[in-house]
């Protein structure tokens, strides 16, 4: 009788314990889901709005990108009335998202992938002790008067690939070679076709390259569409990312958050989101 009783008193601390872990690793899951993305419950495969009620209802929010750690939301802002952007950030300060302005927009920033570095077109800051640079020049090479860079996007190895408004609305490259800077050169056809070719972001591998344009295979007045370099390093014909994710909307600036989980974008004035295997999804049509 005595080991009938032992034995019960220990499926139950068993099923105690197990009950514990469970709400631990609960509690530990909802702890991380809150201190990354604001707070959001995740997408699936069919694309949302992001984080709607944390967004100005008056004026234009866009072009999300976050710090590697995840816990800082950079968002550009068009102020209605004044017509004038600003760059924007929600930081998890105190188990808390708290918005703050960064300063003016300066062209289409976003991070080189260590979060060190933020790309501004043809400028960039550093990140310091006490916040960002000031902002400086990326030199000769793209400080150019003739070009007219919105977006310049880095990977690991440090390549670059920019737009150029000036010239036709084209995407160019920069890779560094030897240890050393090459000058940009234009993309393929298979990148620079259509009209309106612009915001390019580079997956930090360099294994895809997405971009905005408008194309006669398009689903409405600009499109994503998405690239994926070959095992002979050239880039594949670029694939519409398919009426899930453009509308007869302008879809614009695409962005893979830090850990690859999901891909942003702008549509309708506003910031999208959704679950990233769709990449993965699409590299299969290729």
Known sequence: MNNIKHIFLCLVLVIIANACNT?????????????????????GLTPKVFAPNM??????????FLSPDLKEFYFTRRNTHTKKWTLMVYKYINKKWQESLVGPRIWRPIF????????????????TDNGWSDVKSLGPMFDREDWGIMRLSSSRLGTYVFDDYKNNDVIRISIIKNGKRQEPTLLNKNINSGKWTAHPFIAPDESYLIFDSEREDGVGKSDLYISFKQKNGLWSKAINMGDKINTSNAERGGYVSPDGKYFFFNSNLSIHWVDAKIIDNLRLKQ
């Open 23 to 43: 709400n631990n690793k609960k509690a530990k899951t909802s702890s991380n889901i809150e201190a990354s993305y604001l707070g959001q419950k995740p997408p």
């Open 112 to 127: 080189a992938p260590d979060g060190k570095i933020m790309h501004l077109g043809n400028k960039y800051m550093e990140r």
């Open 55 to 64: 967004f100005s209802k008056i004026h234009r929010d866009v072009s999300a």
